[in-house]
């Protein structure tokens, strides 16, 4: 998933990031729920990647932390960092290929 913000919005960067934080907190708060109540522990169905592309990502991801933190004993939360593919042209590709790295943490959950 992913939130972003068009041109032509009334709203500034941090108006928006503000508008959307709580609603961002609680969809991630509900999936990690939903994962902790349907699967056993140890299930291989109880880890989730998170894929964090740029620095407005990583700025997401500090916001997100104290759900995720609640979740840490029950999940197998798995974070990916690579540098943003719009802003970094053919680096994106190279190695360490953050597509590797996604593929790596599906397949160690079963989820190929």
């Known amino acids: 998933a992913s939130l972003t913000s068009g041109g032509g919005s009334s709203f500034t960067k941090a108006q928006h990031t503000n508008f959307w934080k709580p609603v ?7 999936i990690l729920q939903a994962k902790v109540n349907k699967f056993d ?14 620095n407005e990502a990583l700025k997401t991801r500090k916001a997100l932390e104290p759900v995720l933190q609640v979740f840490e004993g029950d999940l197998e939360i798995t974070h990916i960092q690579h540098s943003n593919p719009a802003a970094q042209g ?3 590709v190279q190695s360490p290929n953050h597509f590797t790295a996604v593929n790596t943490a599906l397949a160690k959950g079963g989820l190929e």
């Not at 522990?41 to 740029?54: D, M, V």
């Open 41 to 54: 522990k140890g299930a291989p169905k109880r880890r989730i990647a998170f894929l964090w592309w740029g």
């Open 90 to 92: 053919d680096k994106f």
């Open 24 to 30: 961002m907190r609680k969809i991630i708060e509900t």
